[in-house]
């Protein structure tokens, strides 16, 4: 496709269920970025890619966050055991190289908007 | 350790008056420095990027940024705003490796008519 895709747009979920988000790249895109953006704050940091390699998890915010990426092209990110806390946007994006330089534009996906209830 | 403050959650201004969205970061070494734009229902945007050539960067829709080291800053502005220009505005910092990037908190920008 010509963008970065992202799968379900909406997803409504009943506390302490599994949800699992799916990301779709850019075609030929090495890196592959995770962002959560709760309502009225920029998107947060939440782990990238580069490849199949998860680089850096950092900011999942505990363990039942976790991402894979196995093929190095779709990446899925899973919620166990939601809470409502999680409710928030989540954002996948993409960018070209792993020149590491900062200067990779990221393009990003349109988002799923989770709801915990 | 990095971080990024957006001065102002909220900026308005009159159609065709110019537009200064302030942006200060904290890196412990050279940064690299982004704007992006997200208009209503729409993602993430790309407006501007600095990565330690020329100080002042010209991006798109007719926005700039200076980078400023003595002052840690990255303002953006315009010298005449459209209305079109009416969304919300992120300035972000990225680590040397270039991957984890720290988000601003957002500015929302409104144009008046």
């Known amino acids: 496709g010509a963008g970065v895709s992202q799968s379900p747009r909406y997803k409504v979920t009943k506390r302490g269920q599994d949800v699992a988000l799916r990301c779709d790249p850019i075609s030929g895109h090495v890196s592959l970025y995770w962002y959560r953006q709760a309502l009225g704050q920029g998107p947060e940091f939440l782990t990238y890619?580069?490849?199949?390699?998860?680089?850096?998890k950092s900011g999942l915010p505990n363990d039942r966050f976790s991402a894979e990426r196995p093929e190095g092209s779709i990446s899925t990110l899973t919620i166990q055991r939601t809470e409502q806390r999680d409710s928030a946007m989540y954002r996948c994006?993409?960018?070209?190289?792993?020149?590491?330089?900062?200067?990779?534009?990221?393009?990003f996906g349109p988002g799923t908007r989770l709801t915990v209830l | 350790a990095q971080s990024v403050t957006q001065l102002d959650s909220h900026v308005s201004v009159s159609e065709g008056t110019p537009v200064l969205l302030r942006c200060n970061y904290s890196?412990?070494?050279?940064?690299?420095l982004f704007w992006y734009v997200q208009h209503p229902n729409k993602g993430l945007q790309l407006l501007l990027k600095y990565t330690s050539a020329a100080t002042l960067v010209k991006g798109i829709n007719g926005f700039e940024a200076e980078f400023k080291k003595s002052e840690t800053s990255f303002h953006l502005t315009k010298p005449s705003a459209h209305m079109s220009d009416a969304a919300e505005y992120f300035c972000?910092?990225?680590?040397?490796?270039?991957?984890?990037?720290?988000f601003g908190a957002g500015t929302r920008l409104f144009v008046k008519a």
């Open positions: 890196s412990s070494y050279s940064p690299s």
């Open positions: 890619f580069n490849y199949e390699a998860q680089q850096d």
């Open positions: 972000v910092v990225s680590d040397t490796g270039g991957f984890k990037t720290i």
């Open positions: 994006a993409s960018s070209l190289g792993t020149s590491g330089l900062g200067d990779n534009e990221q393009f």
